[in-house]
């Protein structure tokens, strides 16, 4: 790597941040797929940073629990202890959400009063730290909306959150990157465009998978490569909402197959990607990119197909959701690498 050595600090504290992005999306995807998120109703910045720590204070967030939707229509069985345990995963998601702000600001400062940013890095280091404000920001959004009337947060919501997430991420790496590697290079603009397009389309994959969590739509149609009753398209894929287009945003059918769909076109984008490269001479960091998204592509796409398959395990769900985290990385290491 070319790496500048007065880089060194920043670029270690950047992927601290990936590291540390990466955990959130992680314990998100559980507090998700354990229907935690709706556990707190309320947001205090820093006293909610500490959990109920005598019976009075837990009865005190029980009770308020009580006079949502979610427990109302859901959980109305729940005794104390069963609500401790979806307490906790929405607790620790906030937790480490402000903790990853902190990581973020205080060495920003640091770095800004010794120095040791660059003018450009500056300016990159801002729109992250607005990344990261404007996440939080779209967490309490989404968790608003399922405190109205239904229990359950609007998908949209939900994947506004997710994807700048992913995109937080995306962004954090790509500025590490342009410090690990600061020597240009001559770039074939044709492949690199290429790329970009895969990773558009990747990206509208994370939405959709993103749809498909908002909506319990994993837990329909749980054969592969058909739909149920053997069909390649289920009628319920475009009857379920009017108008028709609604079914591919709203319908959860509609947005399983969207979802589907997307997975075998991110496959065709990614085995092309690696036989046009392939024919071209590659750097060793190029070919390590393009071997890696050829890898983990075929790696996602069983995660998703046994995930689709089991129904969705609170385990392999995860698991497809770090799949898709870990393909982002590579395909942005991949651009990052064709790019400059």
Not at 34 to 41: E, K, W
Not at 85 to 105: C, K, P, Q, S, T
């Amino acid at each position: 790597m070319e790496r500048n050595k007065n880089n060194k600090a920043v670029i270690y504290w950047l992927l601290t941040g990936c590291i540390l992005i990466f955990i959130m999306v992680v314990v998100g995807g559980i507090t998700r797929l354990t229907h935690s998120g709706l556990s707190i109703s309320n947001y205090k910045l820093i006293s909610g940073t500490i959990p109920p720590m005598n019976e009075v204070e837990w009865n005190e967030a029980f009770e308020l629990y009580k006079q949502y939707p979610e427990y109302q229509k859901l959980h109305n069985h729940f005794n104390l202890e069963e609500f401790k345990d979806i307490y906790f995963w929405e607790w620790i998601h906030r937790v480490i959400g402000r903790f990853i702000g902190l990581v973020f600001i205080i060495p920003f400062i640091y770095f800004l009063i010794k120095k040791r940013l660059s003018k450009s890095t500056i300016k990159k280091s801002i729109i992250l730290l607005l990344l990261g404000g404007f996440q939080g920001f779209l967490g309490w959004y989404m968790v608003k909306s399922g405190l109205v009337d239904q229990p359950n947060v609007s998908h949209y919501r939900l994947a506004a959150h997710l994807t700048t997430a992913f995109l937080t991420f995306a962004y954090t790496f790509w500025v590490a990157l342009d410090l690990i590697f600061p020597n240009k290079k001559v770039i074939d603009k044709k492949l690199r465009n290429f790329i970009r397009i895969g990773l558009a389309v990747l990206i509208l994959q994370i939405i959709y998978g993103a749809f498909v969590a908002g909506l319990d739509a994993g837990w329909i149609h749980n054969h592969w490569p058909l739909m149920n009753e053997g069909k390649l398209i289920h009628e319920t894929v475009y009857i379920e909402q009017n108008p028709t287009y609604l079914n591919f945003i709203e319908g959860k059918s509609g947005v399983q197959f969207v979802h589907r769909t997307l997975a075998y076109i991110v496959v065709i984008f990614i085995l092309a990607i690696w036989y046009k490269a392939k024919r071209i001479p590659l750097t060793s960091w190029q070919t390590k990119g393009i071997n890696g998204l050829f890898i983990m592509v075929g790696v996602q796409f069983l995660l998703g197909v046994f995930t689709l398959i089991y129904a969705v395990p609170v385990w392999l769900g995860v698991l497809h959701q770090v799949g898709a985290f870990i393909l982002l990385s590579l395909m942005t290491f991949t651009l990052h690498r064709f790019s400059k």
